[in-house]
């Protein structure tokens, strides 16, 4: 199947403070990349759509000026948490697709905020 | 709205026995639905998809899954387990706009 890299596997950071993450596809044009988050030993919640070169679309809940999404390129699509707070810590997923075809997820990324 | 329901939150087997992972789905039309596997720390990897051709969908690893539409069923199952088989498995039905929608998942414990 095709690969999707994410970056960084995990992040520590300080409470107030922005962490970004990146989800590529490796081996593919990836039209419309997904973010999801997942708490432990739960399972996993979309939290936003994104298609190149447009705005992301936003899950009801999903406060976007947190979250931020950029879909800048049809490899690389960035996850901005901004002004983290500890219930921010969560495993952040993305998957990536071409067109209508199968989603390929990334292998996650633990984020703690202390 | 599309949901699937995994009846199981844990499914204990010893090796070399029988898997059967269980779920229902719900949806106003003809589904998409997958099976995804999730080893400790690490992504999502897909291990079948039904997108409406053969009803008995066979996947990687040994595993396959048989769509019943009378029992709205997508029941994911293997002959005989590994210890390898040991992860949680998520069963996932394709909503508007490609978006997934997952099941609460089932983890599955395979015994010596």
């Known amino acids: 199947g095709a690969v999707v890299s994410q970056h960084p596997s995990r992040v520590i950071c300080k409470s107030g403070t922005s962490v970004k993450i990146e989800c590529r596809s490796l081996?593919?044009?990836?039209?419309?990349m997904f973010w999801y988050r997942q708490f432990p030993k739960q399972s996993l919640m979309l939290m936003a759509t994104?298609?190149?070169?447009?705005?992301?679309?936003?899950e009801q809940g999903v406060e976007k000026d947190k979250f931020l999404i950029n879909h800048a390129s049809l490899t690389l699509s960035t996850l901005t948490v901004t002004s983290a707070h500890p219930e921010d810590s969560s495993f952040y997923i993305c998957?990536?697709?071409?067109?209508?075809?199968?989603?390929?997820f990334g292998p996650g990324t633990r984020l703690l905020v202390l | 709205a599309q949901s699937v329901t995994q009846l199981d939150s844990h499914v204990s087997v010893s090796e070399g026995t029988p898997v059967l992972l269980r779920c229902n789905y719900s949806?106003?039309?003809?589904?998409?639905l997958f099976w995804y596997v999730q080893h400790p720390n690490k992504g999502l990897q897909l291990l079948l998809k039904?997108?409406?051709?053969?009803?008995l969908v066979k996947g990687i690893n040994g595993f396959e899954a048989e769509f019943k539409k009378s029992e709205t069923s997508f029941h994911l199952t293997k002959p005989s387990a590994h210890m390898s088989d040991a992860a949680e498995y998520f069963c996932v039905v394709m909503g508007g706009f490609q978006k997934l929608v997952f099941g609460t998942g089932t983890r599955l414990l395979v015994s010596p």
């Open positions: 994104s298609n190149e070169g447009s705005k992301a679309t936003y």
């Open positions: 998957s990536a697709a071409w067109g209508q075809e199968t989603q390929y």
């Open positions: 081996d593919f044009q990836a039209t419309t």
């Open positions: 039904y997108t409406s051709a053969a009803t």
């Open positions: 949806s106003s039309y003809s589904p998409s």
